[in-house]
């Protein structure tokens, strides 16, 4: 096995909705003592709206150039020295760009999980845009 050391100290957590990222992340954070962001969170913060808003008013291309931009802000704070443990939204490392971000500023490590499970968390869960086509979800996931 190869190890490559990174330059900079970044947990990014990756995978598809509801496989744990921010309950992974919180619990992570603690246990190690650095800040956890939750991207998600973020975005909503800085956009003082819920993420379905953003989607349904402007799609998801907008969406996703917020989430490249927060998430870039993120990658910046550790570069200067801000350990943290990031949990990305589930379709974020789908994006080159923002893989590209991460890949050389930290360890990524992929939360996977059985769509059963994808399901029984969800729930009844509508607040995120991509789950509202419950038929569409193992395609997504595929």
Do not use: H
């Not at 801000?82 to 971000?101: H, M």
């Not at 990524?108 to 995120?128: A, K, M, Y």
């Amino acid at each position: 096995m190869t190890l490559k050391l990174k330059r900079t100290p970044g947990l990014y957590l990756v995978g598809f909705m509801a496989s744990g990222k921010t309950t992974v992340g919180r619990a992570l954070a603690v246990r190690i003592g650095w800040p956890f962001v939750d991207i998600d969170t973020e975005i909503e913060t800085r956009e003082r709206r819920p993420i379905a808003q953003i989607f349904s008013t402007e799609g998801e291309p907008r969406f996703r150039q917020v989430e490249t931009e927060v998430l870039r802000s993120q990658v910046s704070r550790i570069k200067a020295g801000c350990p943290s443990v990031i949990a990305l939204g589930g379709g974020a490392f789908v994006q080159p760009a923002n893989r590209e971000l991460i890949e050389n500023n930290g360890i990524t490590v992929w939360l996977d999980c059985p769509i059963e499970t994808v399901r029984r968390r969800l729930g009844g869960d509508s607040t995120r845009p991509l789950a509202a086509n419950r038929n569409g979800l193992d395609k997504l996931f595929d």
